[in-house]
T-cell receptor, first 116, second 114 residues
Framework: AQSVTQLGSHVSVSEGALVLLRCNYSSSVPPYLFWYVQYPNQGLQLLLKYTSAATLVKGINGFEAEFKKSETSFHLTKPSAHMSDAAEYFCAVYMNAGGGADGLTFGKGTHLIIQP | DTGVSQNPRHKITKRGQNVTFRCDPISEHNRLYWYRQTLGQGPEFLTYFQNEAQLEKSRLLSDRFSAERPKGSFSTLEIQRTEQGDSAMYLC????????????FGEGSRLTVL
């Protein structure tokens, strides 16, 4: 079965500092991996996705993530945090690229807090 | 460009009442998913449709939950005899079959059961 684990339910960084949100996956086959962001009282918005092409993936709002098969990780980073980045971030895995029944399996989320 | 639309956005009901949520997916998307999200948790898969066929429903939380997509366009999620534990955000998402798994989410319908 596929799953993702997000390390740290809350991460706090200063404005302008590096953002690092951790995600490890478990999958018996090469996965497709996603990061979504959720602002208060809103739905989820795709930040970026890994679909077996380049291992370093660039997304919106200056975020990027690197797929590391040896570490089964897909950590999300941003060089310089902005106040507007404060939100809930979810890592997700999609195993059956040909049309899996379950869609995406999500982690529990990491709440990103930006200190002024 | 219209995204995924969900109605109502908020629903407050008394325990034991029935509630129904509606989802209108992106028009060209043939897959539609329902998720539930409780406070502090990630979205939890409930069920999904490809066109009008419900291909997975074993994850629906109980037999009080049911979903339909009668014409392969909009979908409804009904919860009968609501309980306080049903209070959550219900998210709808759509996608194209055979795509890389990217889902497009609506803003959700928040249910509060008193």
């Amino acid at each position: 079965a596929q799953s993702v684990t997000q390390l740290g339910s809350h991460v706090s960084v200063s404005e302008g500092a590096l953002v690092l949100l951790r995600c490890n996956y478990s999958s018996s086959v090469p996965p497709y991996l996603f990061w979504y962001v959720q602002y208060p009282n809103q739905g989820l918005q795709l930040l970026l996705k890994y679909t077996s092409a380049a291992t370093l993936v660039k997304g919106i709002n200056g975020f990027e993530a690197e797929f590391k098969k040896s570490e089964t990780s897909f950590h999300l980073t941003k060089p310089s945090a902005h106040m507007s980045d404060a939100a809930e971030y979810f890592c997700a895995v999609y195993m059956n690229a040909g049309g899996g029944a379950d869609g995406l399996t999500f982690g529990k989320g990491t709440h990103l807090i930006i200190q002024p | 460009d219209t995204g995924v639309s969900q109605n109502p956005r908020h629903k407050i009901t008394k325990r034991g009442q029935n509630v129904t949520f509606r989802c209108d997916p992106i028009s060209e998307h043939n897959r539609l998913y329902w998720y539930r999200q409780t406070l502090g948790q990630g979205p939890e898969f409930l069920t999904y449709f490809q066109n009008e066929a419900q291909l997975e429903k074993s994850r629906l939380l109980s037999d009080r939950f049911s979903a339909e997509r009668p014409k392969g366009s909009f979908s409804t999620l009904e919860i009968q005899r609501t309980e306080q534990g049903d209070s959550a955000m219900y998210l709808c998402a759509s996608s194209l079959a055979g795509d890389t798994g990217e889902l497009f989410f609506g803003e959700g319908s928040r249910l509060t059961v008193l």
